[in-house]
Structures are given as C-alpha cells and as structure tokens.
T-cell receptor, first 113, second 120 residues
C-alpha cells in the first residue's frame, strides 16, 4: 500500500519569505513523487515530480522539492513567496506499475503581503 | 504540456435527472483516465480508474450503477451521474496519464479543470 501525509493543513508565510510545504510518503519500491497546485474552483496543475536522479527537483513558478529517501520526505520549497502562490497544494506518490497515485490531504498556503 | 479538458464546467440539474461529464485529452492518447470527487476544502477522493476499451475499476464505496464511466476512445472518458440527488453535488475532476511519457513521465497525471455539479 502507498500513502502520503501532509502534516500541515495550513501554512502562512509573509511575502518575500521562504516557504516550505511538508510531505512524507510510504510506498513499496522506488517512489514517483509529485506536487500539484490547485487554485479555487479549478483543477490541479502539475508543479514538479521526482522520478530518479538529483534529489533536488526544480519545477514551475520557482518551486523546488527535495527528495530525502532516509526520511521518506518530499518537501516543497520556494526561496521567496509571492501572494499569488496562495493556493491548495497536494503531494502525491505512485509506484511504477501501481496503476494510480495516492494524494495527500492538501495544504493551504496563504502568503500575506 | 499535456492538456485535459472537461465539459461542462458547471451544471445545475434537478433531483432525479442524469448528468454526463466529459473528459478529453487534447494532445495525447490516454489509455488510463481517473475520476475524482472533491468536497470543499478537502482532498481528492478517487472514484474510479477508467481504462480504454474495458470496464472501469471502482474504488471501494463508490456505486458503479450510480456513477457510470465509459472510456470509449483514447481521448475521451465520460462520467454519468445517474438519478442525481443533492448529496451528489460536488466538484468532479478527471485526470489522464500519457502512456508514452518517458522516464517515469507516464506516471504524471494531467488534470482537467473540473466540473461543478449542483443538484437541486
């Protein structure tokens, strides 16, 4: 079985400050890890993914995530937050051949000016 | 990047009627599509996995006779909510995977914009 935990329902950050949205996972075998963002009343947009290779993955809109195998984590980060980054963020995990991804419960990021 | 569309974006219907939602992959062929339901401020709940040319695989607790899924072509999957009731009101989102994605790209899901269903 595969699972994802996003321990924070809400993250509040001031504009210009660095942000981190946490994600830990559990999966059999090598994980495929994803971050998606959802704006109100919209579908999810793909931000970035880790499949293999460098542990630090760079994605859209200046976001990056670091894969840490020993801690089974894949935290989403951005050096300088923007108000427009305010949205709902989902972490997801999949194992090759699993057939489907498992999503975390989501973290609402609020960036205040 | 890969694009997935959904139609309609919003639908209001009367209790007891059926509603069909379409999900299309616009620039790739998707052998697998997923249907999710999302309640306000909650995570995605996977309803079913739709495989082209075969029966959908429903998650536990999802009524297959209530939520009919048809994946008739490599670019189209439909979800029909039959005999809709107010408790079926929700945000329905589909996603599709590009099986030709390389290096694990085939695991990436591309999401449609969602369909807001309101049953009166």
């Amino acid at each position: 079985a595969q699972s994802v935990a996003q321990p924070e329902d809400q993250v509040n950050v001031a504009e210009g400050n660095p942000l981190t949205v946490k994600c830990t996972y559990s999966v059999s075998g090598n994980p495929y890890l994803f971050w998606y963002v959802q704006y109100p009343n919209r579908g999810l947009q793909f931000l970035l993914k880790y499949i293999t290779g460098d542990n630090l993955v760079k994605g859209s809109y200046g976001f990056e995530a670091e894969f840490n195998k020993s801690q089974t984590s894949f935290h989403l980060k951005k050096p300088s937050a923007l108000v427009s980054d305010s949205a709902l963020y989902f972490c997801a995990v999949s194992a090759l051949g699993a057939g489907k991804s498992t999503f975390g419960d989501g973290t609402t990021l609020t960036v205040k000016p | 990047g890969a694009v997935v569309s959904q139609h309609p974006s919003r639908v209001i219907c009367k209790s007891g009627t059926s509603v069909k939602i379409e999900c299309r992959s616009l620039d790739f062929q998707a052998t697998t599509m997923f249907w999710y339901r999302q309640f306000p401020k909650q995570s995605l709940m996977l309803m079913a996995t739709s495989n082209e040319g075969s029966k959908a695989t429903y998650e536990q607790g999802v009524e297959k006779d209530k939520f009919l899924i048809n994946h008739a072509s490599l670019t189209l999957s439909t979800l029909t909510v039959t005999s809709a009731h107010p408790e079926d009101s929700s945000f329905y989102i589909c996603s599709a995977r590009d099986p030709k994605g390389v290096g694990g790209g085939q695991e990436t899901q591309y999401f449609g914009p969602g369909t807001r269903l309101l049953v009166l």
